[in-house]
Structures are given as C-alpha cells and as structure tokens.
C-alpha cells in the first residue's frame, strides 16, 4: 500500500509549528495522511479559572504571539457582553486599529514563509522588511511590538495623540506602494505560480462540509467573515470588502491573504480619521452575576470563537476557546492526499497554521502540574 | 424562524439575546434537536463547550447560521457520561467532539476516530477539566 | 611543491567565492550578511565538532567518500591551463570522470543511511543528475573532439557559441545545487537532504565539496568559452559569472523535482544542438 512513512514534526525545519504528520507515499506521491497536535500544551484553559477577569486579559494576550490582540479583543469582548457593558465610540476605534495593524503583520508573515517553503528566500526577506513598518505604528501605538496588551474591561489602556496618528498614517502610506510591489510579483513569477497554483484545491462544498474559516474558506468562493456577518468593534461604520477567490488552491489563499492587507490599510486609516477626543474606558459595573456569553471576532487566521461563564465572584467559571486553525485541521487530509511530498509544506503555509493557538488544553492533575514529554505524545505505533 | 418554532417543542428557550437564543433540551431528545437544526438547512456548527457543574456535564453546541447563533444545551449525566456522535449530520464536529471527550470524558458513542488526541494513549487518571 | 599549493589555493579560493555568493546574496536582500571569510571559520569549527554514530551506517566508508567528493574536485583544479600540470591529450575525458564521481559520491553518502531524508535526497539528486549531466558531458565531448585540450582552446569562444554558455550556466546552477534547482537540499521539505545525517569531520569534507563544485564550474564556464591570457582576466571573468549564478539564485524560487527535471530537458539539449549545427553550417 504504502512504500514509505515520512514523519514531519513536529521539530521539523519546514514547519514554523510543532505538528506530528504522518505522511504515507508511495514514490513522490502521498497516499494518506495522519496527524496529531498537542505538543504545545500551555495549560490556558484551566488557569484561566484562577485568575481574576482583569488579570486573565493579559494572559489570553499571550495565548499566540501573532494573533494577540485578536484573543484579548475577542476575551474582553466576552466579558462586557457578561457585564452588559457598553465601551466608548474611541475605545472601540482604537481596538479596531490595533486589530487592523496585527492582521497586516500576520498576513505578511504568512506569504512570507509561503515563499520561504518555496524556496524564495528573497520573498521572505522581503515580507519582513515590511513587517518592519507594521511593527513601528504598533509600537507607536501599543508600546510593544508583538503582545499589545491594549484592551481592559470596558476600553483601552492608551490613547491616541495627533502626533502618533500623522506618524502611523505615514507608515501606512509607505506600505502600500511596498504591499502593491508584493502583490504583482505575486502575481507575475511565473515559479511561484508554478509552485501554488492547482496545489491543495478545497472547493466550495468541502468548506461548508468541515466547516472551514478565515481566508481558507474565502479562498473557495466562502464569504464568511465575521467583521462583515457581526459588525463588532468598529466595523458597522466602516467600508471595506470581503475578499474572495473562487479557485480555492494554495495560490488562492496567498492572494487573498495579500488583498485583504489593501483592506487592512484602508481600514486603519479610514478608523484614524474618526479619532475624535473623547474618553477611552468606562468603569465596569461589579459584581459579575451567574451568566453565560459567546464571543466571535474575525482574527488574522479566521472565526475565533469564545464561551465565557461567570459566577457571582470575579473569576470566570468557565472559558472556552477555539481558534481557527484548529477549525481548519480538518482539511489537512484534502489538500494533501494526492499531491507530492514538495507540495506538503506550500499546502500547510497556504493553511497559515498557529498551533500555538491550537494547543491550549491542560494536564493538571491534583494540582500539580505533569510535563508531557515528547516520547510520550507520540503514544504507540 | 421556523427553526426556533420546531425547537420550542422539543426543549425550551433560557435565555434570548441580540441574534442569539440560548436552548435547553432533555439529555434524550438531542439527536432530534440536532437533526432539526441540519434539515432547516445550517450546516456551520462553531464549537462544543463543555462544562462540569458537580452534578452533570452541560455540554451546549453552538450553530451558526450567518449572524445568528443557535445554542443548545444538554445535560450529561456523569454516571453514563456518554452522547451521541452529531459528526453524522455535522462533520466539521470530528475535532470538537474530541475534545470534549478528552478534556471532560464525554464518551461520543459513534465518533469516527476514537481515540486520544492531545493527551498521551495512556493517561488513565481524571479527565483533565473535571471538577 | 605545486600540487600541496594547488591544494591549499583552490580550496582557500573555493570558500572565498563561497563567502562571496553568501555575502552578494545578503546584500541583494537588503541584509547585511557574513564576512566574506565566514565559510573558512565554518569549516574550522566543523572539524572540531564530534561526529554522531548513526545506526545502520558504516562510518569508515563516509568518511572515505566525503574525502573521495574533496579529492575528485581538487583533482579537476590541477586540468586548469594556468596551473597546468595535467597535460594528458585526453584530459576531457578525465575531466568528465571527476566531474561525474564527485556527484556519485553525494548521492552514495545520501542512499548509505536508513534514515528517510538523506534517502529522498539522494533519489532527487540521482534524477536531477540524469537531466543535468548529459547535456554537460555533451558540452565537454564536443570541446574534446574540436580542441583535444584545455591548454588548446582559442579564447572568446564566447561570441561562437553563445546558447552554449546560458546552458552552461543553466549547468552550473543545477550541479552547485542553487536556485531554482535546490531540490535535493530542500530543507523546508527534507532537513538536509543527502547530508542529514554528515557531522563533524564528513560533513566539513561535504560542505568543502560543495564549495569546491561551485569554483569548479565557474572556473570552467570562465576557461571553456573565455580562456582568459592572464590571471587577473582569469578573475574578472569568474566574478562576472558568479554575480551572474548568485542573482539567480536569489531572484528565483525553487522547482519541484518533476517540474525541475523536465524544465532541464526541454531547455538544455536544444540550446546546444542548436549551436553546434550552427558552427557546422559556417
């Protein structure tokens, strides 16, 4: 059946994430594939329920480097609706910029190690040095680069000043001619081409089917997005396009991911020019009561979806996460049976994994906490 | 919506919010709830969230329909502590359901893939969110 | 005497045009990049580092072909006309041999270990070979019908046969394992390809090897359609072509094995036949 197992991960030079794929070939071409996570276990979940609502904002901030403000935006979110507190017109500005900012980053680095599984080191190079600009008006912003820990019950932390946002709407005006020059060697080298197109196909049914999100699913012809489906934040007064292709292959999702930095931009500048003095954070309205309250945002990589539970203290009862490449780990088996073991990485970059948002769950047992070690997630084969 | 009418038959609405509506149906009729939900045309299921209040595990699923979120509870016994699989109708629920069954020890009766996923082949202590 | 000199030169001049393909390609990069020495102090601290035992592989006998790889290159350096102390009428020939010998040595290093990586490395560079190689021994036996000899070749054979030379160029990518044509060292795909399981002494051998590969075909591509009069000509020339294979390798992303394979095939042979039919018409 098969000649030969090939294990990739979950250390491995092709994956920026820790996954365990068993790829079966038989000469270049993959029969089957399984898969395992969970080499990333941080415990979130249950410490979650230990910490006060205020403290556990910073530490879903840190759940993933790269979609960080989506957590705590999508976390914070949670807690007002339990609250039925309403944030000021400027907080929700504020958030949507930051949220428009990480995006930016994320989705360069994404076609970025796109191009470094191709083999277009010149590509990746380029993707950061762009990053660079992102990262400055973040820190302008923010006052950090990576983890923007910007948002607290009822607002934000920092506010605007006129000088930050002439400086960010320069930035930006910078990177839009650098993300035009992406978008048309994209679209014009033939190699890349080569390499992306007609690899990893997910059509319309099968997004419906496994219930895909983010670029993945409106990389098939999907418009789902939920800026546009539940108008949080900011994004009822704002225009802006939900971008789709109807091809659905690994160069689909790339292009897609590059149209939407153009919206990303437009956004952001578009939220500057409504910045108005105001104040930025309402004061909560204690004690919490015994409720239940589901949030949803739009990260970089899709639907991220929130289950909060209080009780009468301010610890949160119970918090569920899912994020959305566990959402779309389902696919994996589609996009890569057939094809040859080269396409594996350029098929999971166009995924845009962040297993470290995947694997959240805990092992504490008795209080105590158990280090799983590698030999013993691999179990037995 | 005709959904939310069907649905008032079999358990009853707790809790109704902007574009959400919160149910809650007997732990016998699930598999009725769940296929009235696929035949009224959704086919996005978001997440399973599973908790353990002492007595029972509620265990609610979240279906999306656009903006609106469809949401229905069940109460598990945690004697029998076992459900049915939803991955028949719903087969974006393959790894929700597996993660209910490992963090909480729902058994899902009919999952394609039993087995564990994220905790090691041979854990054989208290499922980890347990109280 | 001139064979220890020829040794210690062209392998101090194999890891500076190392240093300076790293560097170029840093600075096309927008990046700052390593001193152009860096591959000496590489291959330094490679020798001092502990060699790991593999199960299932004989560690004499990679060793012995990591010196063979060295030895066939260092070998072909001695051909040269300004070194000139091979002057056999049928040194095409002999340069054919090495050239192949010192590729069969990487794909036997890759195929001697029972680890998966090395072995996909190896079948990739034994099917990349097949496309590259014989248009590159085509090349050499027709230079060795007309001219016998390198000492024996009129310079700017450039301006006759042209095509010839972007296929020679072509060569030199796929044979020094460049872009496009770095499949068998895909290290997104297979860590390391064929030398995933070379440490310490072999793989210092290896990485030398691969230097010496690149000076060779450049020196060679410089001397076949050039064949400058002096050194400083000789030097002009090869760090033209160098920059040439570097913004290459950097503009460029890599094929896959299939695409690759028959990219080499469709392109190479008829840009050769092409030229030789034309030489034979005038």
Not at chain 1, 10 to 26: D, N, R
Not at chain 1, 94 to 114: A, K, Q
Not at chain 1, 344 to 368: E, H, W, Y
Request: glycine share 6%; with cysteine.
């Amino acid at each position: 059946m098969h000649d030969m197992m090939i294990p990739f991960g979950p250390a491995h030079p092709a994956l920026p994430e820790p996954v365990y794929l068993k790829i079966f070939l038989e000469g270049e071409e993959i029969q089957d594939v399984d898969f395992a996570v969970g080499y990333n276990h941080k415990g979130i979940e249950k410490a979650l329920q230990d910490l006060d609502f205020s403290k556990s904002i910073f530490m879903t901030g840190r759940i993933c480097g790269i979609c960080s403000s989506a957590h705590s935006t999508c976390f914070t979110q949670g807690i007002e609706k339990l609250l039925d507190l309403e944030i000021p017109y400027k907080a929700k500005l504020i958030r949507t910029i930051v949220f428009e900012l990480e995006r930016l980053t994320s989705h360069l680095l994404c076609v970025g190690m796109l191009g470094h599984e191709i083999g277009f080191d010149t590509l990746f190079m380029l993707c950061f040095r762009e990053r660079e600009y992102v990262l400055n008006c973040l820190e302008l912003i923010t006052g950090k680069r990576v983890v923007h820990d910007i948002n607290t019950i009822g607002g934000v932390r920092r506010d605007l000043s006129p000088e930050i946002i002439k400086q960010v709407n320069k930035n930006l005006g910078i990177l839009k001619e650098k993300v035009e020059y992406l978008r048309t060697l994209i679209t014009k080298d033939l190699l890349i081409k080569k390499r992306t197109v007609g690899i990893g196909k997910l059509d319309k049914n099968d997004v419906e089917k496994l219930c895909l999100v983010g670029p993945v699913a409106r990389a098939s012809g999907v418009p789902y997005d939920i800026r546009k489906i539940d108008k949080y934040l900011a994004y009822d007064d704002l225009d802006f396009k939900v971008i789709t292709h109807k091809d659905g292959d690994s160069f689909a999702r790339a292009f897609v991911r590059v149209q939407e930095m153009f919206e990303c931009i437009r956004l952001s500048k578009q939220a500057l020019s409504m910045i108005k003095p105001g104040p930025i954070r309402n004061k909560p309205t204690l004690p919490f009561t015994e409720k239940e309250a589901i949030s949803r945002v739009e990260a970089p990589r899709g639907e991220l979806i929130y289950y909060l539970r209080s009780n009468t203290t301010n610890k949160p009862e119970r918090v569920k996460i899912r994020t959305p490449t566990y959402a779309n780990l389902l696919c994996l088996g589609k996009i890569l049976v057939g094809h040859k073991l080269a396409d594996v990485p350029v098929s999971l970059a166009s995924l845009d994994p962040c297993l470290c948002c995947t694997d959240r769950v805990t092992v504490v047992k008795d209080g105590k906490e158990q280090i799983i070690k590698m030999e013993d997630l691999h179990g037995h084969h | 919506m005709k959904l939310i009418e069907e649905l008032k038959k079999i358990g009853k609405v707790y809790k109704e919010g902007k574009n959400e509506v919160w149910f809650i149906v007997p732990y016998k009729k699930i598999k009725d709830a769940v296929k009235d939900v696929s035949n009224s045309g959704i086919n996005r299921i978001s997440l399973i969230s599973g908790y353990d209040n002492g007595k029972e595990i509620e265990v609610i699923y979240h279906f999306v329909k656009e903006n609106f979120l469809i949401n229905i509870k069940v109460l598990v016994p945690k004697e029998s502590s076992e459900i049915q699989t939803i991955t028949d109708m719903f087969p974006g629920a393959f790894l929700l359901e597996k993660e209910l069954s490992e963090m909480l020890g729902v058994k899902i009766i009919g999952h394609p893939k039993p087995g564990k996923l994220f905790l090691p082949e041979d854990y054989r202590e208290k499922p980890p969110l347990r109280k | 005497m001139v064979i220890i000199e020829t040794v210690f030169i062209s392998t101090f001049l194999s890891f500076i045009y190392e240093g300076i393909v790293r560097k170029v390609t840093a600075r096309m990069q927008n990046r700052i990049g390593p001193p152009i020495w860096q591959p000496i102090l590489d291959f330094i601290k490679l020798l001092s580092k502990e060699r790991f035992e593999v199960e299932g592989s004989h560690h004499t006998f990679i060793t012995f072909v990591s010196i063979m790889s060295v030895a066939s290159l260092i070998s072909t350096v001695f051909m040269f006309p300004l070194v000139g102390i091979l002057n056999f009428n049928w040194n095409f020939i002999l340069l054919i041999y090495l050239l192949v010998f010192s590729t069969a040595c990487f794909i036997i290093v890759g195929l001697s270990s029972p680890s998966p990586f090395p072995i996909v490395g190896s079948t990739r560079e034994a099917i990349l070979f097949l496309a590259y190689d014989l248009p590159l021994i085509i090349i050499l036996l027709y230079f060795a019908m007309n001219y016998k000899s390198l000492q024996l070749i009129p310079s700017n054979l450039i301006l006759l046969f042209p095509l010839m030379f972007i296929s020679f160029i072509v060569i030199t990518q796929a044979k020094s394992g460049y872009q496009p044509f770095n499949i068998s060292e895909a290290d997104q795909e297979i860590t390391a390809g064929y030398l995933t399981e070379c440490s310490g002494f072999e793989l210092a051998m290896f990485n030398l090897a691969k230097s010496l590969r690149v000076f060779v075909m450049v020196s060679l591509a410089t001397i076949l359609f050039f064949n400058p009069s002096s050194i400083l000509m000789f030097f002009v020339i090869s760090l033209i072509i160098l920059f040439i294979v570097i913004s290459l390798r950097v503009a460029l992303a890599r094929f896959r094995i299939d695409q690759g394979f028959k990219f080499l095939w469709v392109l190479l042979l008829p840009l050769i036949v092409i030229d030789i039919i034309k030489v034979m018409l005038i």
